[in-house]
């Protein structure tokens, strides 16, 4: 598995055509200014890959049926994880068990000393009860050791940032903002830890992480492909930075805010 | 399967465990380890083997049901029947809680190594894991049930305490780690869980140790519970797991053997055969 997405993520990217890129990128900009986006008093509206998912996919009643948010370990897992596999890229923890300890005992430390650092996780972490956060870290622990062995990091080069989202807001409405998730960037390559069943969707759910770093790139600079990966099954699935992910991308959005009921009204 | 009754099994030998009065935990992490020189490399056609041989079948059972029906989804549960004593559409017997208890306080043994109080540790790592439905169940049973409760908990858990190794963080032990294989293009999903995985993954070498836990048997359909997710990490990895452990946390009971080609292909013929038949239609 290690083999086969370090492979994936480390692979040359073919060349892209620059003036047929810069030509859809105006075209996916110009759809995206059409979308000023006002959700019947909601407020602004921000589109991750779970509403492309539950827009386009067929499990979109029982995505939409989900509970409000809650802290628990699952829920919890990612942020911990990431943030051991970060304390392991750098060589701060030896294994993932021991990376996902500091991380809890930093949560407990931020909360007791009034940190300004301390988050709404922290504070969920630091009321449990020992038992309560061992669970947690379990949680973790499995997260990001799988994540820890899945990649052979030394190969990824240097240029490496974990679990950093990236946003882009639109200057034509303070109302739409779309986010780019990625667990591990390179400078070639973004990797998108998925879960859930195989879905036609997911293509479209990557071609925003494409969408949000052209859009966020100030020289028009093509991005790294995006490799989606199931831990839970070994798949894999690589969007390249083509033309045609640029529109896949704008009008996954566009479907979104459709799909959400929302007036759309020119914004020019 | 190397079967052992509680006693000890092998000497106490030179381990990388933490120092702790676990003698059979030792024994158990012995066999677990083995040999490290001889670990078997498989055949890197099996995997691909064993794929195309389950994605006939189910293949077979979309054509039957229609491209459109919702996908099955097939776990040791349908595939080997619920474990002793579980009723169907009883969704809170006593062996499933027991079950889910035991579980949750194994992840913490392994975690953290060691708990307070079994019962109520067991309880606040539902309740963060999410489960608080089952969690105000225990809770609202009555004191005689529940007494009776923690008592066989505190059972089950000073088993565990006493078996279950203490693995060095190096063996990068993962508990609850899920497996789902999509077939005919996630027309059928094969899934199941590990309660432990150690070790590694190499590729062509077979690397991981898997251990599983099992609170109310039969041994026999535990056992083929651990072929069962071996399958499943063959397909998904590449490579199966080179060892499995089972441990029954009632009596102490527990076993370890390497999984061979012909645990693969026994439990792919009868999955194979439950797409053919099952109760799916």
Known sequence: MADRLTDALVAPLADVDPSSWAATLEEAKGTLAGLAVRRAGAGPFRVTGHEIRAALSSDATELAAQLPFAWSARTSRRALGLAAVRLLVAGDARSPVEAV???????????????????????????????????????????????????????????????????????????????????????????????????????????????????????????????????????????????????????????????AGAPVRSAA | MVIVAPRP????????????????????????????????????????????????????????????????????????????????????????????????????LVNEGGFDHPLRDALDGLRASGAEPLVRHIESLAPPARSALSETVASHAATMREMVPRFAPGWMPRTSDRVAIPLAGGRVVLHGSFDLLVGLPHPGTASLCALGLSTSGPWARERRCLHYLALLETLRSGTPPFRLALLETATGRYGVEDVREEHLRAIASHLCAWLATGPHG
Do not use: K, M
């Open chain 2, 9 to 108: 099994l092998l000497r106490p030998a030179h381990l990388d465990v933490a120092p702790a009065d676990r003698s059979n935990g030792r024994e158990v992490l012995a066999l677990l380890r083995g040999d490290t020189a001889a670990r078997p490399r498989f055949d890197p056609e099996l995997a691909g083997g064993l794929r195309a041989w389950l994605e006939d079948a189910a293949y077979e059972v979309v054509a039957t049901r229609g491209e459109h029906a919702p996908p099955v989804f097939l776990g040791a549960g349908q595939l080997l029947g619920p474990p002793a004593g579980w009723r169907d559409g009883d969704a809170l017997s006593e062996e499933l809680l027991l079950s889910r208890l035991v579980h949750a306080l194994f992840r913490q």
């Open chain 1, 101 to 259: 300890r500091a991380r809890l005992e930093e949560s407990c430390h931020w909360v007791r000393d009034g940190s300004p650092c301390a988050s709404q996780l922290d504070r969920w972490l630091a009321g449990l009860s020992p038992a309560g956060r061992a669970a947690v870290g379990a949680e973790a622990v499995t997260w990001a050791t799988r994540l820890w062995c899945a990649l052979d990091w030394p190969a990824l080069g240097s240029t490496l940032t974990i679990g950093r989202d990236r946003w882009w807001d639109s200057p034509h409405s303070a109302l739409l903002a779309l986010r780019g998730r990625a667990e591990v960037r390179t400078d070639r390559a973004n990797l998108v830890v998925l879960s859930g069943p195989r879905r036609e969707s997911v293509r479209a759910e990557l071609a925003l992480v494409t969408l949000v770093d052209s859009l966020r790139a100030r020289d028009g600079a093509v991005p790294g492909r995006v490799v989606g990966w199931w831990p839970d099954s070994g798949h894999l699935v690589r969007v390249e930075p083509e033309p045609a992910v640029l529109t896949l991308g704008a009008e996954a959005v566009g479907l979104v805010l459709g799909a």
